[in-house]
């Protein structure tokens, strides 16, 4: 039986996971930006996603061989969209810093994520207006957004020359507009694991437990993040030579890469960003028919543990009051959409 409460804690666990997922690449040296993304991309977006299924689920090449066509073309279709958000997310943290650029990102995620599926199904009305939880739930959606609004206010009074001593490419203007894309592009995930349910259906019907059918839709909705993000990091590779930096050579400016090091925080970052989804799943299997949700609650829980980590980075001097205000109002949302979920 689903158990909101236990899928609440599950949204957490991912939500830790992709805040810290940067954390590791900020201790890569010698590789390029392009170098970096698509080495830890490669066990987000390919190792993990298959060797997690694989393991954790029942008949996974059975499950995709019989998954219809038009359903695996819509999950690598939006997946290769979500590859777009997921690119210019890299370049947000660059702008942006870690906490910022994850306020301003993630905001559009959660509103275009949590609202446009049922918009689409036709049945935003049932899941949202028409029932207390709904209404709750949307007040709880309501709150997140005031939230993610007094974080992206503290970044932006947040002086400048500050913020360059902490983010070396900190660029207030060209940050937004990256993270204003990355925000609208990156909402596609959900509408990618909203075309896998049938997927779902095949997986539990082949055996797999109820907190694991949705890690053969991630090995699909992955792979097309994976063909956009490889694309990009190719052509880059190939412009500015640096493909040499994956055997140590780099030029004389820069410090030879310690290989050893660099592939382990890549893996690591790549295994952190795809653990986000694989708890995501997990905490989706119990929310029920307000499943939906699940969105606002994923965003929610990136964007504290996101503001945390920019106050370990040192992101947040001399607006902390307000970037408090700011968590203070994403985890009463939490506990609002939560107490929605409980009325249903």
Same mark, same amino acid.
């Given at each position: 039986m689903p158990n909101p409460l236990i899928g609440v804690f599950y949204h957490w666990l991912g939500g830790l996971s992709s805040a810290s997922f940067y954390v590791p690449y900020r201790g890569v040296r010698g590789w390029n930006w392009e170098v970096l993304w698509l080495t830890g991309g490669l066990f987000s977006w390919l190792v993990a996603p298959w060797l997690f299924a694989a393991?954790?689920?029942?008949?996974?090449?059975?499950?995709? /061989?019989?998954?219809p066509a038009p359903v695996a073309g819509l999950c690598i279709l939006f997946g290769a969209l979500w590859g777009f958000g997921g690119l210019t997310y890299g370049l947000t943290m660059r702008y942006l810093g870690l906490s910022l650029g994850m306020a301003v990102v993630l905001g559009l995620c959660t509103v275009f994520g949590t609202l446009i599926p049922p918009i689409v199904t036709g049945d935003l009305a049932a899941k949202l207006l028409d029932t207390a939880s709904g209404r709750t739930i949307l007040l709880g959606l309501a709150v997140t957004v005031a939230g993610i609004v007094v974080v992206a206010v503290a970044g932006s009074r947040k002086d400048a020359a500050d913020k360059a001593a902490a983010i070396a490419e900190f660029d207030f203007r060209k940050g937004i507009g990256v993270a204003i894309f990355s925000g609208i592009m990156s909402s596609c995930f959900a509408f990618g694991l909203a075309a896998?349910?049938?997927?779902?259906?095949? +997986? @539990?019907? /082949?055996g797999t437990g109820p907190l694991w059918t949705g890690l053969p839709v991630l090995c699909l909705v992955m792979f097309g993040g994976l063909v956009t993000n490889a694309l990009w990091c190719a052509w880059l590779i190939l412009r500015n030579r640096s493909g040499a930096?994956?055997?140590g050579r780099a030029a004389a400016t820069v410090e030879r890469p310690a290989l050893?090091?660099?592939y382990l925080l890549a893996g690591l970052g790549g295994t952190l960003w795809y653990l986000q989804f694989f708890f995501y799943t997990m905490g989706e299997s119990q929310m029920g028919r307000l499943g939906f949700s699940s969105w606002t609650l994923h965003m929610a829980s990136i964007i504290i543990f996101g503001t945390l980590w920019g106050f370990a980075l040192r992101e947040w001097k001399g607006v902390r /009051?307000?970037?408090?205000?700011?968590?203070?109002?994403?985890?009463?949302?939490?506990?609002?959409?939560?107490?929605?979920? +409980?009325? @249903?």
């Open positions: 393991v954790m689920t029942r008949d996974l090449a059975g499950v995709l /061989a019989q998954t896998g349910e049938p997927v779902k259906v095949l +997986s @539990a019907a /082949a930096q994956w055997l050893a090091r660099n /009051a307000t970037v408090w205000a700011g968590i203070a109002l994403l985890v009463g949302a939490t506990v609002i959409i939560g107490y929605g979920n +409980s009325l @249903a």
